[in-house]
């Protein structure tokens, strides 16, 4: 099973957070990035997300991976939407299980900062009143 991927639809939690469960954990951390209605001092009314989805889901993979070698977890998951989404949707969603909490929050954080970082994932951001601009842009 994945454990990245890519939605081009809202998507459920509940079994992603389900895939997680296991008796020997004791902590689940969980992360959700919604789109918010505003940024940089502008009203938003909504995000386009597109993504190089081959390079996305392998990139994706890895920063999955490095988080287990590197973090005393059991299992970590991360979806993250892709086209056009309104106001207060799930954008990215991260999950981590693992025996203690210390592990589950840092490898939750390591997994979203790495996504953000790493992942072609590109962000067109719709304003109010009209008007659009990418917020990472290639170089």
């Given at each position: 099973m ?7 639809e ?13 008796a ?15 940024n940089?001092g502008?009203?938003v ?8 989805a ?27 939407r892709?086209g ?9 969603w991260v999950?981590?299980?693992a ?7 840092a ?23 009209g ?8 170089p």
């Amino acid at each position: 099973m994945a454990r990245f991927s890519l939605s081009p639809e809202p998507f459920d939690i509940a079994p992603l957070r389900e895939a997680l469960e296991d008796a020997s954990a004791g902590a689940f951390a969980a992360f959700e990035g919604r789109v918010r209605n505003h940024n940089d001092g502008r009203a938003v009314d909504g995000l386009h997300y597109e993504a190089y989805a081959a390079l996305a889901e392998a990139e994706g993979e890895r920063v999955l991976a490095e988080a287990l070698d590197r973090f005393d977890i059991l299992d970590a998951r991360c979806v993250h939407r892709t086209g056009d989404l309104g106001v207060g949707e799930i954008a990215v969603w991260v999950g981590v299980a693992a025996a203690h909490r210390d592990a589950a929050f840092a490898a939750c954080r390591y997994v979203i900062d790495e996504v953000k970082a790493r992942v072609p994932i590109w962000k067109r951001e719709g304003y109010t009143g009209g008007g659009e601009d990418w917020q990472h842009p290639l170089p």
